[in-house]
Nanobody, 129 residues
């Protein structure tokens, strides 16, 4: 049974930093897509960043490029999202998700989030101005 547990959210002022963690269990995350998504009130879910665990290829939304960094610790089956220079518009519930055994990097960037089968419960990030 695949399980994803996020942590690290909180409230910060604009310009601050947070690091989100997602511990995966129930499967081995090799050759899989893992990603961070967010949903702000009144907005659609947005892919923030994703990574293909087989090669380390990373993909970012334009809105976070240069500020957020996605990384993985394969030994710990843990996914991270380092968020720097946070803005009020980054305020949202952040979710970790995985598409196990994707086999190639493409789905990590292009597969619609509705087809990612496993999700965590989310962690709230609030950025004040």
């Amino acid at each position: 049974q695949v399980r994803l547990v996020e942590s690290g959210g909180g409230a910060v002022q604009a310009g601050g930093s947070l690091r989100l963690s997602c511990v995966a269990s129930g499967y081995t995350a090799s050759s899989s897509c893992m990603g961070w998504f967010r949903r702000a009130p009144g907005k659609e879910r947005e892919r923030v960043a994703s990574i293909y665990t087989g090669s380390g290829n990373t993909y970012y939304a334009d809105s976070v490029k240069g500020r957020f960094t996605i990384s993985q610790d394969n030994a710990q089956n843990t996914l991270y999202l380092q968020m720097n220079s946070l803005k009020p518009e980054d305020t949202a519930m952040y979710y970790c998700a995985t598409l196990p055994y994707a086999g190639v990097p493409g789905p990590c960037q292009y597969r619609n989030s509705n087809s990612w089968p496993y999700w965590g419960q989310g962690t709230q990030v609030t950025v004040s101005s």
